[in-house]
């Protein structure tokens, strides 16, 4: 298959002085013409097994709150997912949430080959190219990354209204989650409902290994299914953002060890 004409990288410019970049893995549902629906029922591709749900819309408007950077992708996970690394055995779905994906089941190696190439990679230029931009003007990013979760999994329900991923970097995570709890009614978690150690996924490779400051939030998706929520979590999100950014400590490279593993033998100078 191809994908030509496709442009993998949504990105929106701002200001680099400020030293934030959001991020955005699965801030889309949609797909090259050439793949279709990978053989799926169209309305596969409203639900949380495509994109997150909102999640494109809170970073769009972090970005134009805060006058920051972003970079999104632009294909649906089921695609090839850009959160995780290239030897990650997810990284083409061939099942997802109980269902079979006809276009992933089977495929041989050179089709992956030509989705990391033609989509994933791509997508990772892009956020290294990014942070290569602050880091040249003398500016060492924090990472901010947004997702969003489904709030029923398997019947149970999930009771958080945002939770924060990470690895072994506390410096954006532990104030904001500080900043959380100063929220009246807010539900809140770290850690759940995944663990935030995954090897090579989007954090890891650009944040851990270069040692940049970082975290990802997860919202949940009931809550930013509409214009009217996204509003709200902006508006709630871009104050604490602007508090986190504005210590010194997230704008220095400094490395942490990983849960994943060992780091120092792969670590980018
Ligand atoms: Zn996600």
């Not at 979590?233 to 602007?242: C, D, H, I, R, S």
Request: hydrophobic share 40%.
């Amino acid at each position: 298959m191809t994908g030509n004409g496709f442009d993998p990288v949504e990105y929106v410019d701002g200001s680099y002085a400020k030293g934030l970049l959001l991020i955005c893995d699965h801030a889309a549902n949609t797909l090259p013409q050439a793949y279709g629906s990978l053989g799926l029922p169209q309305s596969e591709f409203s639900r949380h097994i495509a994109y997150d749900i909102g999640a494109r819309a809170v970073t769009l408007g972090l970005a134009e709150k805060l006058g920051v950077p972003a970079v999104l992708s632009t294909f649906s996970r089921l695609l090839i997912d850009p959160n995780r690394g290239e030897d990650d055995p997810t990284l083409v779905m061939r099942l997802s949430d109980g269902t079979v994906i006809p276009g992933n089941h089977p495929i041989t190696d050179a089709e992956i080959e030509h989705r990391l190439a033609r989509f994933h990679r791509p997508y990772h230029q892009a956020i290294d190219a990014a942070i290569e931009k602050f880091l040249d003007a003398g500016i060492t990013p924090a990472v901010f990354s947004v997702h969003s979760f489904t709030g029923n999994w398997r019947g149970r329900p999930r009771p958080w209204h945002a939770t924060l991923l990470w690895d072994y970097d506390p410096r954006f995570t532990k104030p904001l989650l500080e900043e959380f709890s100063r929220v009246e009614g807010m539900v809140f978690a770290d850690n759940e409902p995944y663990d935030g150690a995954l090897r090579n996924d989007t954090m890891f490779r650009h944040c851990s290994m270069r040692g940049l400051a970082h975290t990802l939030i997860e919202l949940r998706q009931d809550l930013i299914g509409d214009e009217a929520g996204v509003k709200h979590w902006v508006e709630t999100l871009a104050p604490m953002l602007e508090r986190v950014n504005a210590l010194a400590e997230v704008h220095e490279v400094r490395h942490f060890e990983s849960r994943t593993g060992p780091l120092k033998h792969l670590l980018k100078d």
